[in-house]
């Protein structure tokens, strides 16, 4: 599974932005439905954050299926414990998407098995997947209440390193250039000269002669 740029990956999944944003939206607002009812009952909330997040995750594997019907270029593939969406534009890249919660660099949450380490791994491959397919985690935060869908990135790895993450809100915001890194021009790519061509030098303030100096 290939280490890709976000040149690459982020003008290939941007037309699907809305169906990703919506499979977090519509799984978050079922599960608000859940708990809106447990409430009614008098049953106690959910006591452990992983608990919310998996019942979100198990509302997204009802939903997601739906969300890309409609597309020829995406597959959702249905695993015994999981799900994840393979994206694969005609000749272009392929990407292969796991939606999950994400941690506080946007990583997606899991325990380390052999398959989540080499979907992790751009050196491993994954049995029954393109070996070409670039591995990507569709990742969500909470909003500050817990009660929404604040944010939905785009990250891609390797192992435990973040080599670059935008968020799909953002998009139209631009590309960064490979693994975020910005490059600033160096003194002598700026355009002001030495001889102070091209410096805007600041007016004096006026000086009122009349006003007087003790105010």
Wanted: negative net charge.
């Amino acid at each position: 599974m290939p280490v890709v740029t976000e040149s690459i990956v982020k003008p290939l999944l941007t037309p699907f932005h809305p169906q990703i944003r919506s499979v977090f939206d519509m799984a978050r607002a079922e599960v608000a439905l859940v708990e809106a009812f447990r409430r009614e009952r008098g049953l106690a909330e959910l006591r452990y954050p992983r608990t919310l997040a998996d019942t979100i995750y198990d509302a997204m594997s009802n939903i997601v299926g739906e969300a890309f019907d409609a597309d020829a270029d995406v597959k959702v593939i249905f695993e015994a414990q999981s799900f994840k969406v393979l994206f694969y534009p005609r000749g272009q890249q392929p990407i292969l998407a796991r939606f999950k919660k994400g941690d506080d660099e946007g990583r997606g949450q899991n325990h380390p098995t052999q398959t989540v380490i080499a979907f992790n791994d751009p050196t491993q491959c994954l049995p029954g997947f393109p070996a070409d397919a670039a591995c990507v985690d569709i990742t969500y935060t909470n909003d500050e209440l817990g009660s929404g869908i604040n944010e939905v990135l785009i990250v891609h790895r390797d192992g435990d390193r973040v080599l670059w993450s935008y968020s799909i809100d953002d998009a139209e915001s631009g590309i960064h250039d490979d693994y975020n890194i910005v490059e600033f021009p160096s003194v002598s790519e700026r355009p002001d000269d030495d001889d102070g061509e091209g410096l805007v030098t600041p007016k004096a303030p006026d000086v009122d002669t009349e006003q007087s100096t003790d105010e």
